[in-house]
Every structure is written in C-alpha cells, then in structure tokens.
C-alpha cells in the first residue's frame, strides 16, 4: 500500500515533467510557424493543445485519486496541492504557445514579426523555452539554486518585452497599427510563458523550504 | 467534528465569494482611474492587491488543512479542489485589475484611451464585473443556467474585444502607436477578467455537475 502510494506520487512528478517538456517544445514550434510563416507546422502547433489538455486532465485526476484513496498529510499533502497548481501553470504555457501559432496563421503567408523584431522575439522564444526545460529539471532535482537562477532569466525576459515597447513607441516605427498590435501580444504571450515557468520552479522551492521564492529570491544576492 | 468540518467548507465558500465581489469591485475602480486619469485612485487599486493575495492565501491555507484534517473523499474532495482553483483564478483577477490601475498610472495625466474607444472599454469593465458578480451568485446557488447563461455574456466580451482590433486596424485610426498599444493590452487584461469569471461558474457546474461546463454548453440550445 505505501509502496502503491509513493509510485503514485512519482509518477504525478514524471507527468509533471512530461507536460513541461512538451509546453516548451510546442512553444519552440509556435515560435517557427511565426517566424517562417508556416501554415502547416502553425496548425499542428494549434491541433497539439488537446494532448495537453489530456495529460493535464489526467494528471488532474490521478492527484485527486490520490487525495482520496491516500489521504496524504504534511508534505506529500503538499506535494499533490501543488501538482494540480502545477498543471495549471503549465495547461496556460500550451494555450500561449497556441496564441503565437494562432497569430501566424492570421497573418499567413504575410510575416507577423517584422525583420527588426525577429532577433527580439527569438531571443524571448528561446528564453521561454529555456526557463521551461530548467523547471523540468527543478521539478526533478529540487535543486533551489537552479530555482532561483531562474529568476535572472526571467529579468532578461522583462528587459526584452520593454524593449519591444520601445521600439514600438520610437518614431522610427514604420510598421503600422496592425504589426504593433500583433508584436504587443506576442510579447506579452512570451513574457507570461516565462513567467509559468517560474512559478513552477517557485512552487518547487516553496515545497522544499516551506517559504514563498519571491522573497526568498529578494534576499538573494 | 462533522459540524466544524461543514462549517470549514462553507467558510471556504464563504471566502470565495467575498474575494469574487472584491475583484470585481476592483476591476471597476481601476476602469475609473483609467478612465478618468485618476492617479490617486489607480494608486489605491494598485496597493489593494496585496489585500486580495492576503485573502487568496489565507483561503488556500485553510483549503490544505480541510485536507489534512479532515481527509475529505467524493464530494466534499472535489469542493476543497475546486475551491484552491477558484482563489487562483480570482486572484489572477485582481492581477489583471492592477493592469489596467497600472496603465492609467503610467499615462497620467494623459488619457491612456481615446474617446472613440471609452465606451468600448466601459462596456468590456462592466460586463465583466457583471460576469464576476454572477460567478459570486453561482458559488452560492449553484445555479447551473445561470452559470450556463454566462457564456453568452463572455460571448458579448469577445465580440467588443474583436470591435477593438476591427478599430485599430482601420485606416481612420489616428491616435499612432502608443495609443494602439495600450488598447490592445487593456482589451487582453478585460478578456482574461471575463474569462476566469467564467471558469469559476464552469467548475461550479463540474462540481454540480461531474461534466465539463464547455461541452455542456455546446449542447445547450
């Protein structure tokens, strides 16, 4: 029975994973299909939501399961409250990554990132991407340096998305409403991605140490 | 213990609803700062937010030791499950609500929305503090056609959203990027706030329910 248990508890940790592997993955897709222009990979990245939906369905399931048929208390209470947080953070990922995909289809076969921004929005793609497959290890490791290393990434991210709102203010902008509407959006998708991905790795320190990161993180050097 | 243990629940659902009518009475103040270019109200509605993440994480502690306490099973388990989403979804709100507070922040004492587009705004803000308060009112009643009735409100949300680029893609508009900028943003932060809105009513329906409210909907006349 406790051995049942405990396989069980892992196995909502190796879901966990597997839904953050496959978030950043499909955002690296999305990011693409935006910056190619590809129809085909933008409606793959768009009909891939519902496998998301699935594992988190799912993962859902098994850690009510848990809940009822275990009854955990102290820590592994903890741990499933905050899977099915989790899974949540990384459910919002999939559909922002369907957001950018949705977008290149809109704009298709026209280019929805003009030439100047590309640079922009791959690095924040990237970032994203990065922030997401380090709380995959996090969630493995539950080493709190990488958690709050995280957090520097995650400046970057900002620094990125304000530069973007400079860009799109500076006099210079030729681009017209409709690209500044389009960029505005993509930017905010990328940032609140990251922005998951560190919760996610924040949950985890909050796990392990029983303190919230954000004031951990503030204390930090 | 049985009587205390119902009274924990309500008092869970207690909170929720307290903690609905408190953003949606947020959202509206933070529509008028912005709105009126009310810096000393925006500010208000900026600092209110650490009162809402009070209310969110003493409702979530109090959700976790119903948990370990009590060790609920069937209904009850789904209610305190669904009860830790409902505070993530209502305190995203709040978020959102500090958004906008920001933005009019950031513009003052300029008018971050043009005249042309104030009653589009308006109409969005009021429609989803109606939303939010009939999620108040489904918490309490479980009224699954209320809840269901919802749908067609968010519908009349996503509809003025769409009006919004519709009016930033047109050749006539003339308040340059900046203006763009911000209206694209504020329309995302007034869709997402209906949004949760809505989710809290559909997990009231799975709670009544055991479906899911989105498939329920699409069969409903």
Request: net charge negative; proline share 2%.
């Amino acid at each position: 029975m406790r051995e049942a248990y405990h396989e069980e508890l892992a196995s909502i940790g190796e879901a966990l994973v597997d839904m953050a592997n496959r978030v950043g993955s499909v955002l690296g897709r999305a990011t693409s299909a935006l910056l190619d222009a590809d129809l085909q990979l933008a409606d793959s990245v768009i009909s891939a939501h519902s496998k998301v939906e699935d594992l988190q369905r799912d993962l859902d399931d098994r850690a009510v399961a848990v809940l009822a048929r275990q009854q955990p208390v102290a820590t592994d209470l903890r741990v499933v409250v905050t899977s099915l947080r989790m899974s949540a953070d990384l459910e919002r990922c999939a559909v922002l990554a369907q957001h950018v995909a949705k977008l290149a289809r809109l704009r298709h076969p026209a280019q929805a990132v003009p030439q100047d921004l590309r640079r922009t929005i791959l690095e924040m793609s990237q970032l994203a991407q990065r922030l997401m497959a380090q709380a995959a290890d996090v969630l493995v490791t539950r080493d709190l340096d990488d958690a709050r290393q995280m957090e520097q990434d995650d400046d970057r991210i900002d620094e990125l998305h304000r530069s973007i709102f400079q860009h799109l203010m500076d006099d210079r902008w030729h681009h017209g409403v409709e690209t500044a509407v389009d960029v505005t959006l993509l930017g905010r998708y990328y940032e609140r991605f990251a922005d998951h991905a560190v919760s996610v790795a924040r949950r985890v320190v909050f796990l392990v140490t029983g303190e919230h990161a954000d004031e951990l993180a503030a204390t930090h050097p």
